[in-house]
């Protein structure tokens, strides 16, 4: 098999910021929200997005330390990251007043982009991690929870995101607890097929005419 699941080592953040120096826009490791509230469309303004989010990443992987970071690497094509993610053990439940304040984008004003809407990304996930007490029971109950999960568009299809989201169900399994996560609507199929079920109704953050700007389905498994 060609694709090998590891951790992710400090180097590793550099170099998926100079792959965007090459790779054609939009084809990064990049997480959601951050394209739908920063769209690029060339080169330069691509690899400042990275930057930016790759950079505030590697805090996290130095400082949280309920983080779990993880790469796919794709062995005949010189070990290149296909794939990162980033699972959370939380072992007195997860405390939007305790760990909230590492979604902020606390964005540099220094840096020139009209197009980056920060409001849009910290509204975004501040509604989706305050909710996550009300929903997460019972409250303060250890748990693994996904918070960051992409794959290069060309890895799609060959089972990079399953290794990823498959290494934290692993581990609710053997410590006997549950695993949770907020799917996207592309991503909900892909998480109810490898055994995640829906609970409740799902978030969405809507603009100031009630149109729907981003959904999120909220998960759990295992669904018993």
């Known amino acids: 098999m060609p694709l090998l699941l590891l951790p992710m080592v400090f180097s590793d953040?550099?170099?998926?910021?100079?792959?965007?120096?090459?790779?054609?826009?939009g084809n990064d490791l990049v997480a959601n929200p951050v394209p739908t509230c920063w769209p690029v469309k060339d080169q330069e303004s691509a690899h400042a997005r990275a930057k930016w989010h790759l950079e505030r990443q590697r805090e996290r992987?130095?400082?949280?330390?309920?983080?779990?970071?993880?790469?796919?690497?794709?062995?005949?094509?010189?070990?290149?990251?296909?794939?990162?993610?980033?699972?959370?053990?939380?072992?007195?439940?997860?405390?939007?007043?305790?760990?909230?304040?590492?979604?902020?984008?606390?964005?540099?004003?220094?840096?020139?982009?009209?197009?980056?809407?920060?409001?849009?990304?910290d509204r975004i996930l501040e509604l989706r991690d305050r909710s996550r007490e009300s929903w997460m029971l019972p409250a303060k109950s250890p748990c693994w929870i996904l918070t960051h999960l992409v794959t290069l568009p060309e890895q799609r299809g060959r089972g990079v995101g399953k290794m990823l989201?498959?290494?934290?169900?692993?581990?609710?399994?053997?410590?006997?607890?549950?695993?949770?996560?907020?799917?996207?609507?592309?991503?909900?199929?892909?998480?109810?097929?490898?055994g995640f079920g829906t609970v409740g109704e799902a978030i969405l953050?809507?603009?100031?005419?009630?149109?729907?700007?981003?959904?999120?389905?909220?998960?759990?498994?295992?669904?018993?």
Request: glycine share 6%; proline share 2%; with cysteine.
């Open 13 to 25: 953040f550099d170099e998926i910021i100079a792959q965007t120096r090459t790779a054609p826009v």
């Open 61 to 121: 992987f130095l400082q949280d330390k309920t983080a779990f970071y993880l790469k796919v690497v794709d062995t005949d094509d010189n070990f290149n990251i296909a794939g990162i993610a980033r699972w959370h053990y939380y072992p007195e439940g997860y405390s939007f007043e305790t760990h909230g304040h590492w979604e902020k984008s606390n964005w540099d004003t220094s840096v020139d982009t009209t197009a980056w809407n920060w409001e849009l990304h």
């Open 165 to 194: 989201v498959q290494w934290g169900m692993e581990c609710a399994v053997k410590s006997g607890l549950k695993a949770y996560l907020e799917a996207g609507v592309m991503g909900m199929d892909l998480y109810a097929r490898w």
């Open 205 to 224: 953050i809507k603009d100031s005419n009630g149109q729907v700007l981003f959904q999120m389905a909220k998960m759990v498994y295992p669904t018993k």
